[in-house]
């Protein structure tokens, strides 16, 4: 597995890790995007795919803002919330 790069906002790069830690691929980008973050479920009914890949900025307008941004989808994962709530039934 190849490294990737460090994200130059301090920010945006802590968001980074912890979407890692949660099993999220970070890769390069394409077109605009520094680099793009892929669910590690890719589930069809998890929402449509919408939130299964997405974009991170190299120079976002508002670093805390699109950190914050990244965090929710991290966190939104229905996939993820599906596992939290079995937990919880247990």
Not at 13 to 42: D, F, Q
Not at 50 to 62: A, H, L, R, Y
Not at 66 to 86: E, F, G, L, Y
Request: hydrophobic share 25%; proline share 6%.
């Amino acid at each position: 597995m190849t490294k990737r790069k460090l994200h130059p906002k301090p920010e945006v790069e802590k968001t980074l890790k912890y979407a890692e830690e949660h099993g999220w691929r970070i890769e390069v980008g394409g077109s605009h995007a520094w680099e793009k973050m892929y669910c590690p479920h890719n589930n069809k009914e998890c929402r449509c795919g919408e939130f299964c890949v997405s974009s991170i900025w190299s120079t976002p307008k508002n670093p805390g803002n699109h950190a914050k941004q990244i965090k929710r989808v991290v966190d939104n994962c229905i996939m993820n919330n599906d596992k939290k709530s079995a937990i919880e039934k247990v």
